[in-house]
């Protein structure tokens, strides 16, 4: 018995980087990965939720996911296992679920009627069971609780991370018992689209709390122990969950934005053999690369000049540092790139916004605050003693995510 599989996630199909289309970029992605596909030997493709970028695709986001499904399913790996993450929208990903299983792509796009339906065995190379997978996708609030009136923010906080654990160890137990069946140490995969306590993200990439608040920033201890390997999705930095080599983010392919640059993006191999797992984490190549460049319009000037030379296809984010005003910075640094493989996507020029600020300390706008903070200023404007913030904090907090999973089932 072997089995080899590629833990993959947040493809964030149709994202844009300050109006940039990203589609090339998916692409390219697309053909390295079913080359790798090809070159491993891999039985199964497991995606952890997050595959496209909106609730509302567009129709060429939708034609490059289903490409690549058809082009899969013509290459060596024979399975493909799809969660949902908290961008997709759990209707669109199921709608096409009954015709695609005749591919062995098996999509899970909300939480089924029954445990059993988010359990899949995959067969080896020879026919035999290989694999059990629990393909959990994203468990809305309204999955895993019922709001009862009184409760607390700490009764909302242990009733999501039971009902968490409680849909976890559901969904293990059909796959404990599909094991029994089968008279052998069948491996069990698990999948998640969640938030761990402790998880490791960076400023402007995306990734929001799943829940009101950080209420249910979940623990390992809530995956049963049977599972062999927990392939996570949500956070778009590859990591281990609290150092452990069997519970893994794979992270997103593609750098969300310029704070990614620098991060090096991954796939994870996992292969079963003879109750042996083994884990192989595979560096993603840069297929756009991405540099922010600060400093005085000189020191700029410099930077642009060099990477001129290199003729290379780069996007560029640049801050001007500089004391002096220069009135004409966008004009200038445009022109410098013009006729040039460089493309600017993004200029900040923080003297003038220096002095905004020094000049007015008030002048603020919507775009500059979040909505948490513009309630607090309400709760300032309407001097609400402390004792009362905390609970109204959350109670805001849960409209907000309502009305966030409300926009995502809207058709």
């Keep these: 018995m072997s089995m080899k599989i590629l833990h993959t996630s947040d493809w964030h199909i149709g994202s844009r980087l300050y109006g940039r289309d990203r589609h090339a970029e998916t692409i390219r992605f697309f053909d390295w990965l079913l080359s790798l596909i090809d070159k491993d030997d891999i039985d199964a493709l497991i995606v952890s939720g997050d595959i496209f970028d909106s609730t509302t695709p567009s129709n060429k986001s939708l034609k490059l996911y289903y490409d690549f499904l058809c082009r899969i399913a013509q290459s060596r790996c024979r399975y493909v296992i799809i969660v949902s993450g908290n961008h997709d929208s759990p209707s669109l990903l199921n709608a096409p679920k009954d015709i695609l299983r005749f591919l062995d792509v098996h999509v ?24 059990i ?9 309204r999955d895993i609780r019922m709001a009862t009136p ?16 409680d849909h ?40 929001r709390d799943l829940y009101v608040g950080s209420l249910a920033h979940v623990n390992v201890d809530i995956f049963p122990d049977s599972i062999d390997y927990i392939a996570l999705g949500h956070l778009h930095i590859p990591q281990r969950v609290s150092g452990l080599d069997y519970i893994r983010y794979a992270g997103s392919p593609l ?70 005003i220069v009135p004409d910075l966008q004009e200038r640094l445009s022109g410098m790139v013009e006729d040039s493989s460089l493309d600017i996507l993004r200029i900040k020029n923080n003297t003038i916004l220096d002095q905004i600020i020094e000049a007015d300390q008030s002048v603020e706008t919507l775009e500059n605050l979040d909505v948490e903070e513009v309630f607090n200023r309400c709760l300032d ?8 913030r905390e609970e109204l904090l959350s109670t805001f907090s849960e409209a907000v995510n309502l009305l966030y999973e409300r926009d995502q089932l809207a058709e």
């Design 108 to 131: 899970v796009g909300s939480v089924p009627e029954s445990f059993d339906q988010e359990v899949f065995v995959l067969n080896d190379s020879e026919g035999t069971p290989g694999l």
């Design 133 to 141: 997978v629990c393909a959990v996708p994203y468990l809305r609030d």
């Design 150 to 165: 009184g409760e607390s923010v700490e009764d909302k906080g242990r009733q999501l991370l039971q009902g968490i654990r």
């Design 168 to 207: 976890y160890h559901s969904v293990t137990a059909v796959a404990e018992d599909i094991r029994r069946s089968i008279g052998q140490e069948v491996p069990i995969v698990a999948t998640g689209h969640l938030f761990t306590a402790g998880g490791m993200v960076r400023d402007g990439d995306g990734v």
């Design 255 to 324: 750098p969300v934005g310029f704070n990614e640059s620098d991060h090096e993006k991954m796939i994870i191999e996992v292969s079963f053999s003879s109750q042996n797992m083994t884990i192989k984490e595979i560096n993603i190549p840069c297929f756009q690369r991405l540099i922010s460049i600060s400093g005085d319009i000189h020191t700029i000037e410099r930077k642009i000049e060099s990477l001129k030379r290199g003729n290379e296809n780069i996007w560029l984010e640049i801050t001007y540092n500089g004391s002096d």
């Design 381 to 388: 404007a309407h001097n609400i003693p402390e004792g009362q």
